[in-house]
């Protein structure tokens, strides 16, 4: 039996020997090497790196796939990482040669085929348009539905780097089904997660399907499943269908899972790689408005078919708006978020990043930073000038608030301009994973001063579950089900003592 090696304890003077700066355009630091040596030892192919959010993860990997002489690398990447990520570190830190792949799908295919680069990047979402084709269902093409295209050749990289590795959770999902193809023609993997398993051990095995195709955690998800966890079923959902049944870990099934993982997986907590500075968390809370509960009540008293969306329209109406379907309108009301909120920029002069989980609370946040003179740029999928928002605000003294959605401004980002992020609402799904991502836009190792984040919450309601579920990282979606459930349970056990 193998001794197992701790490499967090090489000497640093010994991973200078065997990984010497000439071999690096940028020096890499103490942790980096330790990753490298962790990665070259044993002729590992196939590392997971599980850093924490802000310790260099893409020049990590950039360095790694030229250690294992990668002559064609593939690079997976979230849409927002590309070229304020991905390309300007590229640039910076090797002389590799890169295509990024957009465009519509031939143009993307033409570009593999014919364009002469060491590395080439592609998003997500375009995974399905370059190796997959649309499903045929007879005659007609099901709009979002997708299979791995036979024609397409998928040995055309002998390196694969997977960047947010936790979006192939789902095994199911066509980019997941296509990211373990290309795996499993490439020589070497490189996948990359600061929160690999934020809404539950479950997450795990499609991750790790697509690295070592099971050699970690097995060849089926239902064998993991029941050896790795117990079912608990939660009854009826009362008028809203199905059972539904909740999968809870095994005693020391974390510790038994880490184990079967470690022989291809490192992780590097913040703390361990940088002296980043001291986070605190506040909660501003307010009432809802009488306008507010009286809309949560007649949703509650008329509930639809599942509860997951009623609790979406209940964090709707808490955020200042809410679809009317009849009308084909938003009807929009005023939410005393926006008091705390005002409440904040007024407390301070920093500069401050405000995340919101919908577009419409976005723009009622423009709106009412106008009305009060405070000035602002906006980062969400529906603006077009989203790099010269993100480049004002970090260069412009006079911007103090950035008003960013997850997804474009949670991710991939440097912001340490600013030391205050508030979280006007936060996510339901995958919520943990976006709240860590979205905290480390603004702590990271260049921030110099203490980061405050602030939870804007109504009390009594919805956001106090959510948040509650998020700080002692649990899967939100879960507990948002179990207690609208507990809601309408109880509405409809006093409507029938009414009758009688």
């Known amino acids: 039996m193998t001794k197992k090696i701790d490499y967090k304890k090489i000497k640093t003077k010994v991973l200078r020997q065997l990984f010497p700066n000439k071999m690096f355009n940028t020096k890499p630091t103490w942790h980096q090497l330790v990753t490298f040596c962790f990665a070259m030892d044993m002729n590992r192919r196939r590392v997971y790196l599980v850093h924490d959010i802000g310790t260099g993860k893409t020049y990590t990997s950039l360095c790694l796939a030229q250690l294992y002489k990668g002559k064609r690398i593939l690079a997976i ?14 640039k910076e830190h090797t002389n590799l040669t890169f295509c990024v792949l957009e465009g519509k799908a031939k143009q993307r295919k033409k570009s593999i085929k014919h364009t002469k680069a060491d590395i080439f990047i592609i998003n997500y979402e375009g995974l399905r348009w370059v190796f997959g084709k649309k499903k045929l269902t007879g005659k007609r093409i099901k709009r979002s539905q997708f299979v ?19 979006q192939l959770k789902s095994f199911n999902s066509i980019q997941t089904q296509i990211a373990a193809t290309l795996s499993a023609h490439a020589k070497n993997v490189i996948a990359m997660s600061g929160t690999p398993y934020g ?16 050699q970690s955690l097995g060849y089926d ?26 999968w809870e870990p095994k005693k020391k099934a974390k510790e038994r899972l880490l184990n079967k993982v470690a022989h291809c997986t490192i992780r590097f907590d913040r703390e361990e790689c940088w002296d980043i500075p001291e986070a605190t968390y506040e909660v501003r809370t307010a009432k809802p408005t009488k306008k ?9 008293a008329n509930p639809t078919k599942n509860p997951l969306n009623a609790g979406l329209r209940i964090t709707q109406i808490l955020g200042g708006h809410l679809p009317n379907k009849e009308k084909g309108m938003m009807n929009i009301f005023h939410t005393p978020k926006l008091d705390l909120l005002l409440e904040v920029l007024q407390e301070t002069k920093e500069k401050v990043v405000v995340f919101h989980k919908f577009v419409e609370e976005g723009r ?11 000035t602002f ?6 603006i077009k000038n989203k790099d010269q928002n993100y480049r004002d605000f970090r260069r412009k003294k006079n911007i103090r608030v950035l008003i960013a959605h997850p997804k474009c401004g949670g991710v991939g980002i440097n912001l340490p301009e600013a030391s205050i992020a508030i979280f006007f609402s936060n996510a339901t799904r995958k919520s943990v994973i976006i709240r860590k991502q979205a905290e480390g836009r603004i702590l990271r190792p260049e921030q110099k001063k203490k980061c405050v ?3 804007l919450l109504l009390k009594g309601t919805l956001d106090e579950i959510i948040h509650h579920s998020i700080t002692h990282n649990k899967e939100v979606e879960r507990d948002v089900l179990s207690y609208m459930c507990s809601i309408i349970h109880s509405t409809e056990g006093s409507r029938k003592e009414k009758t009688k």
């Not at 791995?148 to 936790?166: C, R």
């Not at 507010?292 to 509650?300: A, E, G, M």
């Not at 740029?377 to 529906?382: A, I, N, P, V």
Request: hydrophobic share 40%; proline share 4%.
């Open 453 to 455: 984040f602030i939870d």
């Open 364 to 374: 009622s946040i423009e709106r009412f930073l106008k009305k009060h003179g405070i």
């Open 148 to 166: 791995i295209d036979p024609k397409a050749f998928m040995g055309h990289f002998d390196t694969l780097i997977i960047d947010e590795a936790h």
């Open 199 to 214: 809404s539950g051990l479950e997450d795990l095995w499609g991750q790790y399907w697509v690295l070592n195709q099971g």
């Open 377 to 382: 740029r906006s980062l969400r999928g529906e």
């Open 221 to 246: 998800f239902k064998e993991f499943q029941q050896r790795y966890f117990d079912p608990i079923r939660k009854g009826s959902t009362s008028g809203w269908g199905r059972q539904w049944c909740v």
């Open 292 to 300: 507010q509960i009286k809309l949560i009540n007649k949703l509650i």
């Open 77 to 90: 990447v979230p849409n927002s990482t590309i070229y304020k990520t991905w390309v300007p570190q590229i």
